[in-house]
Antibody, heavy 123, light 108 residues
Framework: EVQLVESGGGLVKPGGSLRLSCATS????????MNWVRQAPGKGPEWVSYISSSSSYIYYADSVKGRFTISRDNAKNSLYLQMNSLRAEDTAVYYC????????????????WGQGTLVTVSS | EIVLTQSPGSLSLSPGERATLSCRTS???????LAWYQQRPGQPPRLLIYSASSRATGIPDRFSGSGSGTDYTLTISRLEPEDFAVYYC?????????FGPGTKVDIK
């Protein structure tokens, strides 16, 4: 059974930092592109960042570029999101999402999702 | 950035009826890199359709997708009680991989 379990969320002050983790199981992480997607309360999903299977390709939403860093450790079956200089508008549930397997390092639709971890940025 | 527009914003229908949801992109999406997701309250999005018209694993055949270029459609042929939810389209052909604002399908 595929499982994606996010952790690391919480309450942080504006300007602060958090590191989110996504522990994966039930599949070979090194074969898949991975993403972070967030959803602010009452809003639709917003794609945040993508990392290819071997970390060769990394993309960010403009809203987080220069502040967030995505990374992965395939040996530890884990995905990460380092979030710095946090703002109130970063408040959201953050989901880890696995792409469909296509055999090539190209982004694809998000086939598997975790349950999310809530990040609240407030003074 | 490719902007996605979904219409209608909401749709009130009865079980058994047909639902037709539209997604328009501000630029052509290469190779139809367009997906549809369903989201129920308190749950993460669930992939329904990828590559504009391919059903994801385990998705019932009452869900179908069509379209190309800048105009895409999700059709639910006969609504079941569990289909009342919010539906989002997303393009994943060009970063940033933007989502549409969603269409809420609720019970009439």
């Amino acid at each position: 059974e595929v499982q994606l379990v996010e952790s690391g969320g919480g309450l942080v002050k504006p300007g602060g930092s958090l590191r989110l983790s996504c522990a994966t199981s039930g599949f070979t992480l090194s074969s898949y592109g991975m993403n972070w997607v967030r959803q602010a309360p009452g809003k639709g999903p917003e794609w945040v960042s993508y990392i290819s299977s071997s970390s060769s390709y990394i993309y960010y939403a403009d809203s987080v570029k220069g502040r967030f860093t995505i990374s992965r450790d395939n040996a530890k079956n884990s995905l990460y999101l380092q979030m710095n200089s946090l703002r109130a508008e970063d408040t959201a549930v953050y989901y880890c999402a696995r792409d469909r397997w296509t055999g090539v390092a190209v982004p694809d639709a998000h086939e598997e999702w975790g349950q999310g971890t809530l990040v609240t940025v407030s003074s | 950035e490719i902007v996605l527009t979904q219409s209608p914003g909401s749709l009130s229908l009865s079980p058994g009826e047909r639902a037709t949801l539209s997604c328009r992109t501000s630029q052509s999406v290469g190779s139809s890199f367009l997906a549809w997701y369903q989201q129920r309250p308190g749950q993460p999005p669930r992939l329904l359709i990828y590559s504009a018209s391919s059903r994801a694993t385990g998705i019932p055949d009452r869900f179908s997708g069509s379209g190309s270029g800048t105009d895409y459609t999700l059709t639910i042929s006969r609504l079941e009680p569990e289909d009342f939810a919010v539906y989002y389209c997303q393009q994943y052909g060009t970063s940033p991989f933007t989502f549409g604002p969603g269409t809420k399908v609720d019970i009439k």
